[in-house]
């Protein structure tokens, strides 16, 4: 099944991330998992994908260091001599309103979910050439295309990997290799989870569907981007947010 592709998860071991793991595992491919720091929590998702017949690994590394990534890459194709996916999926945010946001905010987030994305992509793509084919996609977000108060660092990052996604779709498109974009809305995950409560109503009132998200409905819409049956998309950017955006 799946030719025994092997997929690349940047934050792979909670939230959306997991999921996707999950969702990538089960569909036949080998699935790395790259963590940040939380080691018991990556054999955690792990032993999931294990448990589902699924075969995967665990790697430690920082996106926002060239030397982490490269490390990642010469382990996966020692393992596995392969490179067929790309999710750019690590991401934080630090909310802060514009005139409390001192720039370490604004360099942490737009290091991590922005230049992370660059790195792991830079790194990554040239890989996939060899296969005739590659499938990469980028965990935007909704506030990306509309902003948020408190959010001008992670909307600024967000809007960034959307266009990179485009400018990648374009460069990489010769080679078969597509390039688009997930945009979720409001998604039930630790993220999430630390918002005040009258936010999250605020935010649920705004939402068409009546309900936040679920890490796993992310998934599936990245299954079917990296899917054969998505070959003629690239380029683009995918909402999944209730109908928050429309
Ligand atoms: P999460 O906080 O549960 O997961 C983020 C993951 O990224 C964690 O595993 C974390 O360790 C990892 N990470 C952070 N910095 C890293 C670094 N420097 N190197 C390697 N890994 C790093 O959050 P969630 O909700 O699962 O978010 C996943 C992605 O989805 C993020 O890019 C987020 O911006 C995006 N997103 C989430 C939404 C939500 O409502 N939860 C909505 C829209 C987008």
Same mark, same amino acid.
Not at 81 to 84: L, S, T
Not at 227 to 234: G, L, Q, R, V
């Given at each position: 099944m799946n030719d025994g592709q092997v997929a690349i998860v940047t934050g +792979? #071991?909670? +939230?959306i991330g997991k999921a996707i793991s999950l969702e990538l595992a089960s569909s036949g491919r080998r699935v790395a998992i790259v963590y940040k720091s939380n080691r018991d929590r990556a054999l955690e998702t792990l032993k999931e994908i294990e448990s589902l017949g699924g075969e995967g690994d665990i790697f430690q590394a920082d996106v926002t260091k060239w030397t982490d990534i490269e490390e990642v890459v010469k382990r996966v194709l020692t393992k596995w +001599?392969? @490179? &067929?996916i790309l999710i750019n999926n690590a991401g934080i945010t630090k909310d802060k309103l514009l005139f409390k946001m001192d720039e370490e905010d604004w360099d942490e987030v737009l290091d991590t979910d922005l230049k992370g994305a660059f790195i792991c992509t830079r790194l990554? $793509?040239?890989?996939?050439i060899k296969n005739g084919e590659g499938r990469i996609v980028n965990i935007a977000s909704v506030i990306g295309e509309i902003g948020n108060i408190g959010q001008s660092n992670y909307s600024a990052a967000k809007a960034g990997l959307i266009g990179f996604t485009k400018a990648c779709a374009k460069e990489l498109s010769r080679w078969n290799i597509t390039v688009n974009a997930v945009a979720p809305g409001y998604i039930d995950t630790e993220m999430t989870s630390i918002l005040d409560e009258s936010i999250k109503k605020e935010y649920l009132s705004r939402i068409p569907l009546g309900r936040f998200g679920k890490a796993e409905e992310v998934a599936k819409l990245v299954l079917f981007l990296v #899917?054969? &049956? $998505?070959?003629? @998309?690239?380029g683009q950017v995918i909402n999944i947010d209730g109908g928050l955006v429309m």
């Open positions: +792979g #071991s909670r +939230g +001599g392969r @490179i &067929d990554i $793509a040239r890989h996939m #899917s054969k &049956d $998505a070959s003629y @998309i690239t």
